[in-house]
């Protein structure tokens, strides 16, 4: 659920982690344990706190790295039980691109106001 809520493939979570494709997605799916050699890896994917995982696995909860401020648009969307993975995954895909074009539409909005108040 966390690497959904930051957007990431499965891929590009195991890249980042410095792992397999498969051994991630093994550990994700609980098909395998993951060595204690990964969860530094597997941490900063997530950007999680060092620690994380074995406070998981004692029954407790991650912590988030520094910095990293919780998404409320995507957590609704990561938190929603009704939806499937792979929903969840083209509706927070929707989300980055829509924000992608308000971003670029923002730009251009400043760029002309700049450009009127030059012409002044």
Not at 22 to 46: M, Q, V
Not at 70 to 76: A, G, M, P, R
Not at 87 to 105: C, G, P, Y
């Amino acid at each position: 659920m966390r690497r959904l809520a930051l957007g990431l493939s499965a891929s590009a979570a195991a890249r980042t982690a410095g792992i397999d494709r498969a051994t991630w997605s093994s550990a994700e799916k609980g098909e395998r344990d993951t060595l204690p050699h990964n969860w530094a890896g597997i941490e900063r994917a997530l950007r999680w706190k060092a620690g994380s995982i074995a406070a998981i696995l004692g029954g407790g909860e991650p912590s988030p790295a520094e910095g990293d401020d919780v998404d409320e648009e995507i957590e609704l969307v990561r938190t929603d039980p009704k939806l499937t993975e792979d929903v969840r995954e083209r509706i927070i895909t929707l989300i980055r691109e829509r924000r992608e074009r308000d971003k670029a539409a923002g730009m251009q909005e400043t760029r002309r106001m700049i450009d009127l108040f030059r012409r002044g």
